[in-house]
């Protein structure tokens, strides 16, 4: 019975099950609200902060000038939550549009003025102190916005970045009278499109010079930073293997995908020839190109599996893409704009035939907490354009070396969209750190802004450490040189591209239309810790994302006892989903209670908004699943009431408090050590999300409470929408919304109960429409 493979499922709500978000109401004025003397200082401080920009505001006016002006208004500590932005943003909204662009800082809003006109309007409401309580008891202060200056000694390459007035027709005239005031200065400059809306000017200039030339000017009014520019490198530091593999070429009949490889290039060597799909792609010569990187990059996508004699990804052969994004000349690296430049066009010109993308190039620069990376921003914008998948590297990091901690995820690895890959070590040499199985100690760390958890996932890609005379020694991962020859190296270069064949072999293996979010589901949904890791328990989401993955056949395939759904649907604002006769098989009562594993993965596409700083994910999706006593009918004639059934008795099982802590600590099960993942999200806009847990850990009381076998089964997902995104799309008379999917597994750890089938029982019963996930039929035609 184990070794019976049945296929995953798709299932859908029901008509029943998708129900409006209902309001609540109070007509009290919250305690944080001020009121009397408080309120009434609190307004005469905030008049005062904002009457200083009256002289500014005029003189610009006068003068003509088409730059809005800019201030930041900072908020009180305990006034960033959705709740209170909106009242924050009402206040400055003038003509029916909102005049906050951006954020600062979390608790730093930016805000533009047009005109005179609006400062007045605003100056009056700040002095309405009894019609504007809420948006003043959350404002602290005014202060004129100043852009972001960063120098770099020995640097002259910067990027420019322009406010963002969140205005399409305002946001091209600036740029004009900015490209204007560089060329009539004879300031060269180099503009790159990152993302829709969103340009970089690079200069060969030092900063200084620049502000000192503009100052005065419209141009310089319009700056939102200058920094130092990125450089990205490749290297490739390998020791050849004495040992052969097999030559192996597609065959006629079977439908092999493409990966694209965005690297250095791949070299013609006879193990990838047969593969390597069409000409290269590349803005170079070929006299500027060294394919070392790119060709071991490809040649462990290919041939990973059979270099290592495992069976780790398991496709049946992939067609490779050559990118050649990145020259052999840039010794000292590559500008961030033109690597980007290289992307957005190799990915235009093929994705149509490419749909999954390997990119293993790093910048040598860690991401921050209170902003996403311009590279993150400019991959994002590609995989929403062009409905594609990248896999990219989290980054290496020598710090092992010198005996420090490991540092934190390159920029570029903060990419929402993308899906991005930490290293484990495959093997352990005499000198190596790392255990077998354990985080490698080159593969940087997360998580990324936000605290979202990146890297989602890690595969193998070498293992590293110091000998005796503080020499650097490796253990690596085999693949091929520029040469042809087997040869070894490490890094999660060599990790991502794992990942990216995964990818790339269960999209082939599916007979569906190409679906990145789906595809990232199914992967982050299988993956899991080893029994070998020792790491702490808190540790793990930060070193190795959700895990190691399982290979194409274990993720598209069921035993008997254990069953996988697949919900994918797109939720809008006001818009939930309650499944309130969820099928959990009633083969899984032992000894008078529920028992069964819950396995639940949700990653869904947030909107992102780059001017929102940190708040870049503007939308975020909660789940819960759990029993209950009963269905109950409400009043739908009341007040704030939409939907006719509701719930009674209702219990998250998503939740470690009601878990035993004895339970789980003794615990010494396949699952706890590899899969049991207990995450409080809180109010978190993570975009992938995970649970695992194991019934039969509740504590006693809570056994007794929620498992017993009269109790019914729910499955509930909401979408939410941060203020700003909600606002926005108010005024342009739009719904917002998101695509979501849920993966979720029910398991018998016994093994014992037919699972598979009694929840497909289940949901005929239930009325649900449901689908096995469809696989391709390869015709062969033999040799």
């Given at each position: 019975?184990?070794?019976?493979?049945?296929?995953?499922?798709?299932?859908?709500?029901?008509?029943?099950?998708?129900?409006?978000?209902?309001?609540?109401?109070?007509?009290?004025?919250?305690?944080?609200?001020?009121?009397?003397?408080?309120?009434?200082?609190?307004?005469?401080?905030?008049?005062?902060?904002?009457?200083?920009?009256?002289?500014?505001?005029?003189?610009?006016?006068?003068?003509?000038?088409?730059?809005?002006?800019?201030?930041?208004?900072?908020?009180?500590?305990?006034?960033?939550?959705?709740?209170?932005?909106?009242?924050?943003?009402?206040?400055?909204?003038?003509?029916?549009?909102?005049?906050?662009?951006?954020?600062?800082?979390?608790?730093?809003?930016?805000?533009?003025?047009?005109?005179?006109?609006?400062?007045?309007?605003?100056?009056?409401?700040?002095?309405?102190?009894?019609?504007?309580?809420?948006?003043?008891?959350?404002?602290?202060?005014?202060?004129?916005?100043?852009?972001?200056?960063?120098?770099?000694?020995?640097?002259?390459?910067?990027?420019?970045?322009?406010?963002?007035?969140?205005?399409?027709?305002?946001?091209?005239?600036?740029?004009?009278?900015?490209?204007?005031?560089?060329?009539?200065?004879?300031?060269?400059?180099?503009?790159?499109?990152?993302?829709?809306?969103?340009?970089?000017?690079?200069?060969?200039?030092?900063?200084?010079?620049?502000?000192?030339?503009?100052?005065?000017?419209?141009?310089?009014?319009?700056?939102?930073?200058?920094?130092?520019?990125?450089?990205?490198?490749?290297?490739?530091?390998?020791?050849?293997?004495?040992?052969?593999?097999?030559?192996?070429?597609?065959?006629?009949?079977?439908?092999?995908?493409?990966?694209?490889?965005?690297?250095?290039?791949?070299?013609?060597?006879?193990?990838?020839?047969?593969?390597?799909?069409?000409?290269?792609?590349?803005?170079?010569?070929?006299?500027?190109?060294?394919?070392?990187?790119?060709?071991?990059?490809?040649?462990?996508?290919?041939?990973?599996?059979?270099?290592?004699?495992?069976?780790?990804?398991?496709?049946?052969?992939?067609?490779?893409?050559?990118a050649t994004i990145f020259p052999?000349?840039?010794?000292?690296?590559?500008?961030?704009?033109?690597?980007?430049?290289?992307?957005?066009?190799?990915?235009?010109?093929?994705?149509?035939?490419?749909?999954?993308?390997?990119?293993?190039?790093?910048?040598?620069?860690?991401?921050?907490?209170?902003?996403?990376?311009?590279?993150?921003?400019?991959?994002?914008?590609?995989?929403?354009?062009?409905?594609?998948?990248?896999?990219?590297?989290?980054?290496?990091?020598?710090?092992?070396?010198?005996?420090?901690?490991?540092?934190?995820?390159?920029?570029?690895?903060?990419?929402?969209?993308?899906?991005?890959?930490?290293?484990?070590?495959?093997?352990?040499?005499?000198?190596?750190?790392?255990?077998?199985?354990?985080?490698?100690?080159?593969?940087?760390?997360?998580?990324?802004?936000?605290?979202?958890?990146?890297?989602?996932?890690?595969?193998?890609?070498?293992?590293?450490?110091?000998?005796?005379?503080?020499?650097?020694?490796?253990?690596?991962?085999?693949?091929?040189?520029?040469?042809?020859?087997?040869?070894?190296?490490?890094?999660?270069?060599?990790?991502?591209?794992?990942?990216?064949?995964?990818?790339?072999?269960?999209?082939?293996?599916?007979?569906?239309?190409?679906?990145?979010?789906?595809?990232?589901?199914?992967?982050?949904?299988?993956?899991?810790?080893?029994?070998?890791?020792?790491?702490?328990?808190?540790?793990?989401?930060?070193?190795?994302?959700?895990?190691?993955?399982?290979?194409?056949?274990?993720?598209?395939?069921?035993a008997p006892y254990e069953a996988?759904?697949?919900?994918?649907?797109?939720?809008?604002?006001?818009?939930?989903?309650?499944?309130?006769?969820?099928?959990?098989?009633?083969?899984?009562?032992?000894?008078?209670?529920y028992t069964g594993q819950i396995?639940?993965?949700?990653?869904?596409?947030?909107?992102?908004?780059?001017?929102?700083?940190?708040?870049?994910?503007?939308?975020?999706?909660?789940?819960?699943?759990?029993?209950?006593?009963?269905?109950?009918?409400?009043?739908?004639?009341?007040?704030?009431?939409?939907?006719?059934?509701?719930?009674?008795?209702?219990?998250?099982?998503?939740?470690?408090?009601?878990?035993?802590?004895?339970?789980?600590?003794?615990?010494?099960?396949?699952?706890?050590?590899?899969?049991?993942?207990?995450?409080?999200?809180?109010?978190?806009?993570?975009?992938?999300?995970?649970?695992?847990?194991?019934?039969?850990?509740?504590?006693?009381?809570?056994?007794?409470?929620?498992?017993?076998?009269?109790?019914?089964?729910?499955?509930?997902?909401?979408?939410?929408?941060?203020?700003?995104?909600?606002?926005?799309?108010?005024?342009?008379?739009?719904?917002?919304?998101?695509?979501?999917?849920?993966?979720?597994?029910?398991?018998?750890?016994?093994?014992?109960?037919?699972?598979?089938?009694?929840?497909?029982?289940?949901?005929?019963?239930?009325?649900?429409?449901?689908?096995?996930?469809?696989?391709?039929?390869?015709?062969?035609?033999?040799?």
């Amino acid at each position: 019975m184990e070794n019976e493979k049945l296929p995953i499922n798709f299932f859908a709500p029901r008509e029943v099950d998708e129900l409006r978000v209902e309001g609540s109401g109070n007509s009290e004025d919250p305690k944080w609200v001020l009121a009397g003397d408080e309120l009434v200082q609190r307004s005469t401080e905030l008049f005062s902060a904002f009457n200083q920009f009256s002289e500014i505001v005029t003189e610009r006016s006068e003068r003509k000038s088409a730059v809005p002006f800019v201030f930041v208004a900072k908020m009180c500590d305990d006034s960033t939550a959705k709740s209170r932005r909106k009242d924050i943003s009402s206040l400055f909204q003038t003509d029916d549009r909102s005049n906050v662009i951006g954020l600062a800082d979390s608790d730093e809003l930016i805000v533009k003025l047009d005109s005179v006109s609006q400062m007045n309007e605003i100056s009056s409401r700040l002095q309405d102190y009894n019609r504007n309580s809420y948006a003043l008891s959350c404002l602290e202060t005014f202060w004129e916005f100043q852009p972001v200056i960063q120098k770099q000694d020995n640097e002259t390459t910067y990027k420019i970045k322009l406010i963002d007035f969140q205005d399409y027709e305002t946001n091209i005239s600036m740029q004009r009278l900015f490209e204007r005031a560089l060329t009539s200065r004879k300031m060269s400059f180099k503009k790159t499109s990152y993302a829709s809306q969103f340009s970089i000017y690079k200069v060969e200039l030092n900063p200084q010079t620049m502000l000192d030339e503009l100052r005065g000017d419209d141009a310089y009014e319009m700056l939102f930073s200058i920094e130092p520019m990125p450089k990205y490198i490749v290297s490739l530091d390998s020791v050849q293997e004495e040992t052969t593999i097999e030559v192996t070429r597609p065959v006629d009949g079977h439908r092999y995908e493409t990966l694209g490889i965005l690297d250095n290039g791949i070299a013609p060597v006879p193990h990838l020839a047969p593969w390597i799909a069409g000409k290269r792609w590349t803005v170079y010569p070929e006299s500027a190109i060294n394919p070392t990187h790119g060709t071991f990059v490809a040649g462990i996508a290919l041939y990973g599996d059979a270099c290592e004699n495992q069976e780790w990804v398991g496709h049946k052969g992939i067609k490779l893409f050559d990118a050649t994004i990145f020259p052999d000349e840039a010794k000292e690296g590559l500008d961030e704009d033109d690597l980007i430049a290289n992307i957005r066009e190799a990915i235009d010109a093929n994705h149509e035939k490419v749909k999954v993308w390997n990119l293993s190039i790093s910048v040598t620069r860690p991401v921050c907490d209170t902003k996403f990376s311009d590279l993150a921003i400019a991959l994002d914008d590609l995989q929403d354009k062009y409905n594609i998948l990248i896999c990219k590297s989290a980054g290496n990091c020598r710090n092992f070396i010198s005996g420090r901690p490991k540092g934190r995820i390159h920029e570029g690895a903060d990419s929402v969209r993308s899906l991005v890959v930490g290293s484990v070590a495959h093997a352990k040499g005499p000198d190596d750190f790392a255990d077998i199985d354990n985080p490698s100690p080159f593969s940087r760390i997360g998580p990324g802004p936000e605290f979202i958890i990146k890297p989602e996932v890690s595969h193998y890609g070498g293992n590293a450490g110091v000998n005796q005379n503080g020499e650097l020694v490796t253990t690596g991962v085999k693949s091929f040189s520029a040469n042809g020859d087997l040869a070894s190296s490490v890094g999660t270069s060599f990790s991502t591209p794992r990942i990216a064949s995964l990818a790339t072999g269960l999209y082939q293996e599916l007979d569906e239309e190409f679906d990145p979010l789906l595809l990232k589901g199914l992967i982050v949904h299988s993956a899991s810790y080893s029994e070998n890791l020792r790491i702490p328990v808190t540790e793990r989401t930060k070193q190795l994302g959700f895990g190691v993955p399982k290979n194409v056949s274990q993720i598209l395939y069921n035993a008997p006892y254990e069953a996988t759904l697949i919900l994918r649907d797109t939720l809008s604002k006001g818009e939930k989903i309650d499944i309130m006769d969820f099928p959990m098989p009633k083969s899984l009562i032992r000894n008078g209670y529920y028992t069964g594993q819950i396995i639940a993965t949700l990653v869904y596409d947030p909107i992102l908004d780059p001017t929102q700083g940190v708040e870049y994910c503007q939308s975020n999706v909660d789940i819960k699943f759990g029993s209950y006593d009963a269905k109950k009918q409400r009043d739908i004639s009341k007040r704030n009431i939409l939907n006719p059934v509701g719930r009674a008795g209702a219990q998250n099982l998503f939740r470690e408090n009601l878990y035993s802590k004895r339970l789980m600590r003794d615990s010494q099960s396949d699952f706890a050590l590899r899969e049991r993942l207990l995450i409080q999200y809180a109010d978190k806009y993570y975009p992938v999300k995970k649970y695992a847990v194991d019934l039969s850990e509740l504590s006693e009381v809570n056994r007794q409470h929620f498992t017993t076998p009269d109790k019914q089964w729910f499955l509930f997902l909401q979408g939410l929408f941060r203020e700003h995104t909600e606002q926005l799309a108010e005024l342009e008379r739009r719904i917002p919304s998101q695509d979501v999917c849920l993966i979720i597994t029910i398991r018998d750890p016994q093994r014992k109960a037919n699972v598979y089938d009694e929840v497909t029982q289940e949901l005929d019963a239930f009325n649900f429409w449901h689908s096995n996930i469809k696989i391709t039929n390869d015709i062969s035609l033999g040799l």
